[in-house]
């Protein structure tokens, strides 16, 4: 029988999370049984708990849910707004341990490169952050060149890309994670203009973070 409309919809886990989460619960399992097999009901919890709430933390961190796409320049990542400077159409965007961690295309076009570059891991909302490891992204919109930036935090240490250089996106679409707290930024093409100010917080697809000549954009 097909599922209806509001049927309970499981979890997305996002991709490129680490493979960890897939043996958490074996090992919730394994704790449990050796707890009742040595220490019978007194240590049940007490060895258990924390395996299980660490389980549910790493499932929290990298949920993937659906977005409805926004209107114009969508943002690229859940969390707040750090810079927004409207002469440079430049932007900023701390994306901290709560927030989720799956980015997505502003607006469509062609990936052209991805430059990957060693750095630091300072606290991604401070200035220290400017030579943290990096992924920047150069994308080809119909409104001119996009730049996107992925940097890596004090507890993001991997940056994972689910597009290719030569891969067309669409706006919205999903383009790459960092894990745990981290930062995107941005450097939109002529003829944006932002809508957001510092302290402002957006949703990655959902937000609209700026608008195009022609209004709604591609």
């Not at 929290?60 to 750090?82: E, N, Q, T």
């Not at 995107?184 to 093409?189: A, D, K, R």
Request: proline share 7%.
């Amino acid at each position: 029988m097909a599922l209806s409309r509001h049927a309970v919809r499981w979890p997305v886990i996002a991709r490129g999370a680490p493979a960890g989460i897939l043996l958490a619960p074996v090992l919730v399992m394994v704790a449990i049984a050796a707890a009742v097999l040595a220490f019978e009901q007194m240590a049940l919890g007490a060895l258990t708990l924390p395996f299980g709430l660490a389980f549910l933390a790493i499932l929290f961190f990298f949920r993937d849910p659906r977005r409805v796409i926004g209107a114009g320049v969508v943002s690229p990542a859940d969390g707040r707004v750090l810079v927004a400077d409207p002469a440079a159409g430049r932007l900023a965007i701390f994306m901290g341990v709560s927030d989720v961690h799956v980015n997505r295309a502003p607006i469509g076009g062609v990936v052209l490169r991805q430059t990957h570059r060693p750095g630091g891991f300072a606290i991604a909302s401070g200035p220290e952050s400017a030579s943290n490891e990096r992924l920047v992204w150069e994308i080809e919109t119909r409104f001119g060149p996009l730049e996107l930036t992925q940097v890596a935090g004090i507890f993001a240490r991997r940056i994972v890309p689910y597009v290719r250089p030569g891969d067309k996106v669409k706006k919205g679409q999903r383009i790459g994670l960092v894990r745990f707290g981290s930062r995107v930024e941005l450097v939109l093409p002529p003829g944006c203009r932002l809508v957001v100010a510092v302290g402002d917080r957006v949703r990655a697809g959902a937000s609209t973070i700026a608008e195009v000549q022609d209004g709604l954009g591609p």
